[in-house]
Structures are given as C-alpha cells and as structure tokens.
C-alpha cells in the first residue's frame, strides 16, 4: 500500500486576485493535475496575459511531469480560468497533450442562470459539453496509483467540488482541495450570495468536509491575509474546527447562517466578476471571434 507521502502539491499564488493554484503530482508515475489555474486579466485594458500560468508550464516541464487532468473546483467569479491555455502547452513529450478539463456536473445550472444573464445561451454547449468531463459526488478520477475523489459541497455555488485525494490501495485521504468553501481559519468561509448559493447548503458542506480526521490536509483556494500575515494555503481540520471565525466546533447551523447571511450583504461584487463567469462557464474559452478576429466580453448593464 502506497503511502500519503506517494504524491506532492506545489501551490502557485496569485497576488492580484488572492488565488491559490496547485500542481499535485503522483510521485511514481509523474503524473499530474492542476487545480484552479489563472489566467491574467487587466479589467482596464481588457488584455490577458499568461504570467500565473506560464509559471505553472515551467514548473510541470522542469520537474518533467505529464498534465493528466485540469480541475476547477467551480466557475469562479474572481479570475479567469487559464484551463485552455494551460493544457495546450503540456510539457514537450508529453503523451497527453489534450487534458480533459473537469468540473462538477452541477455547471449546467450556473451555466443555465449566467447564460441567460449575458444572453449568451446559444454559445455554451449543451449538458456542459463545454467541459471533457463533469463530476457527480464520489466519482473517481486516477493520477497513476493515487486516487482523487470529487466531493460534492454546495453553497458559495451549486457546482462546487471538493477534491480528495487518496493514495494507492485506498490508504485514505490525506489531502483535500476545498476550493471556495473555507479560507484560512483567520478568514473564515466563502460567500454564498451568487445566483444558486445557499448558506445552508455551505454549513452543511463545510461540516462534511470537517467530518474527516483531524490531521487531513487542507488546501484553500484563496487567501486574504490579515495585516501582518505572509499568504498561507494549508491547514488541517482540526485547525479548522478549533479556530476558524466563522464556523469552529460550538457554530450551529442556525448561527452560521444568520452570520454569513449579514456579511454577505455587506460585500461588494468581485472586480472580474462580470468578464471572468462568461468565461469559465465554458471551460475557459473566449467567446468566438468575429470576421475581424475580434472578441468581445458583455457587460450587463443593471442587471446584477
């Protein structure tokens, strides 16, 4: 049986939009995913650039590792997703160029809702075939000898997927990528007011992902530290149900909800909210370009 230690993660963190990116790798195979990746996107200029995610092509190429899969833990609505980019510059000699782009297969609502919001329902394809492969809650993904479990966690949307990753042999899961459910223990837990978020459904989700033993590893999506902290990406369970703000052991639902309730409508919209969901709802590609090979993102006037 194959240890927890048979795989390794490298964390890659965005400043400008406090995103956390990983390239988890099977030790034996060199095999590997990337979660999350970014793709650079100027709200000024309406210009991408590929700086966060070439740095993850260079390090899947110096450590000679073959992208099997790209994972999205939901559609973000704070960077754009660099999906489609990242899996056409795979590392020379590669044997799978193409690496299938995965998210939970609750997309086809958030497509269904945004879709209509950008009035762009005739350019997502249908039954989410934007993406190579949709999720269900306990469907199983292989990286060589290392198994990864997606987890279904609704609630900051109704397409989240946690992913847990287990050794060879089902040694167990030793690390879990809870995308935007919590943050650090000092941060708290992610909102829950986009279209088809539910605070209920987020506790619940939250607690399942904390049902896990305490020494399973944590890895975040996102961090916002507070003044004096260096940005931080891992914590375990136990750190989580002791010291999280918003939701440590003692929080009932019931007051879980009535905070996070409160909060959010205190929070603005994110920044890149408006380009970036038109985008990762289809997997990271662009809307197609005109005769001029021009293209164009929409801004719904009024609307949110």
């Given at each position: ?6 795989f390794g993660?490298q964390a890659?963190?965005d400043?400008?939009t ?10 034996a195979?060199r095999?590997a995913?990337v979660?999350?990746p970014?793709w ?11 700086v966060s995610?070439?740095?993850i092509a260079?390090?899947?190429r ?12 939901h559609?973000?609505?704070d960077?754009l997703s ?5 899996r ?14 995965v ?5 086809t609502a ?34 060589g000898?290392t198994r ?7 609630g900051?949307t ?7 990753v287990e ?20 941060v ?15 506790y619940?989700?939250i607690r399942?992902l904390?049902?896990?033993p305490p020494h ?11 003044a004096?902290r260096?940005p931080a ?10 010291h999280?703000?918003h939701v440590h ?5 019931a ?28 997997a990271?590609?662009?809307?197609e370009a ?15």
């Amino acid at each position: 049986m194959t240890s927890p230690a048979a795989f390794g993660v490298q964390a890659f963190f965005d400043e400008v939009t406090g995103t956390v990116s990983y390239v988890l790798h099977d030790a034996a195979s060199r095999e590997a995913a990337v979660i999350d990746p970014v793709w650079d996107f100027d709200a000024k200029s309406g210009r991408t650039s590929t700086v966060s995610a070439q740095r993850i092509a260079d390090y899947l190429r110096a450590q000679q590792l073959d992208l099997r899969w790209v994972l999205e833990t939901h559609a973000h609505a704070d960077h754009l997703s660099a999906a489609q980019w990242l899996r056409a510059q795979a590392p020379a000699g590669t044997a799978r160029i193409a690496a299938p782009v995965v998210i939970g297969q609750q997309i086809t609502a958030v497509q269904k809702v945004f879709g209509g919001l950008y009035g762009m329902d005739a350019s997502i394809a249908p039954q989410g075939a934007d993406f190579d492969r949709l999720l269900g809650d306990g469907d199983v993904l292989q990286l060589g000898a290392t198994r990864i479990r997606a987890l279904s966690v609704p609630g900051h949307t109704p397409a989240d997927l946690a992913y847990a990753v287990e050794g060879d042999g089902g040694s167990g899961v030793a690390a879990i990528f809870v995308g935007d459910t919590l943050f650090m223990p000092d941060v708290g837990t992610a909102r829950c007011d986009f279209p088809g978020g539910n605070a209920h459904q987020l506790y619940r989700s939250i607690r399942r992902l904390l049902d896990h033993p305490p020494h399973t590893s944590l890895y975040i999506c996102h961090d916002y530290p507070p003044a004096g902290r260096a940005p931080a990406w891992r914590t375990t369970v136990a750190e989580q149900r002791a010291h999280n703000i918003h939701v440590h052991d003692g929080v009932d639902e019931a007051a879980f909800v009535a905070m996070r309730q409160a909060r959010d409508a205190t929070l603005a919209v994110p920044q890149l909210m408006l380009p970036s969901v038109q985008v990762n709802i289809r997997a990271g590609k662009l809307p197609e370009a005109d005769a001029q090979g021009r293209r164009f993102l929409k801004l719904p006037v009024n609307a949110l």
